[in-house]
């Protein structure tokens, strides 16, 4: 069983330019979520789809940040326009069931350096 | 979600059993208790998780105490492999008509496994 892959695995950009990153959860996982860790900061959570419906998307830091999964199946993330505090590790996880007690299924992330 | 407590950084030597804490105080009677470790460069990873019984797999071995204010992940025989960041979560139950776990990660405890 395929894990959950990102793409890419590094993007460096400028500062004022568009990002999009991708990200395909594990086959038959509903449930999807972005994660992020700023330089020297700790892993923080951004949103979570079921299927293709924004379940939560309270740590969004801006509008600059949009989420779509159409279909329900693999998801993007764009950022525009970048800003420098946007460089860190973007993760992304899946799982198959909402809910305490299912674990959560992370990518290798994508490393976005705004220079 | 309950905060959560731990020790920085820990040493182990090789073979040996890595015992991290983690205090979790202020707790629920319904959150779980999960663990995830990341590797460096790569996503989190699932190690275990528990809501009042000691649970074992073939990763690790959980201990929850009693009053359920605290846990200790075992590693039982430590390899160089296992030099990660381990993180102590703690998350609510799903909400009614379904709901979300999203992690809410600390500083966790990073364990260096000497030869």
């Known amino acids: 069983e395929a894990g959950v892959t990102q793409f890419p695995s590094h993007s460096v950009i400028e500062k004022g330019q568009t990002v999009t990153l991708r990200c395909d959860p594990i086959s038959g996982h509903d449930n999807l979520y972005w994660y992020r860790r700023v330089m020297g900061k700790e892993i923080k959570f951004l949103l979570h789809f079921v299927k293709e419906s924004k379940q939560d998307e309270s740590g969004m830091p801006n509008n600059r940040f949009l989420a779509e999964r159409t279909g329900g199946t693999y998801s993007t993330l764009k950022v525009q326009p970048a800003e420098l505090e946007d460089s860190g590790v973007y993760f992304c996880a899946s799982s198959q069931v909402a809910g305490a007690g299912f674990e959560q299924y992370f990518g290798p992330g994508t490393r976005l350096t705004v220079t | 979600d309950a905060k959560t407590t731990q020790p920085p950084s820990m040493d182990c030597a090789e073979g040996r059993a890595a015992n991290l804490p983690c205090n979790h105080s202020?707790?629920?009677?319904?959150?779980?208790v999960y663990w995830y470790r990341q590797i460096h460069s790569q996503g989190p990873q699932y190690i275990i998780h528990?809501?009042?019984n000691n649970e074992t797999n073939e990763m690790a071995s959980l201990i929850i105490t009693e009053d359920r204010k605290s846990s200790t992940l075992i590693l039982p025989h430590a390899t160089l492999r296992d030099t990660a960041v381990y993180y102590c979560i703690v998350s609510k139950p799903p909400r009614r008509g379904g709901g979300y776990n999203k992690l809410i990660f600390g500083a966790g405890t990073r364990l260096a496994v000497h030869p």
């Open positions: 528990g809501l009042k």
């Open positions: 202020t707790i629920s009677g319904n959150e779980y």
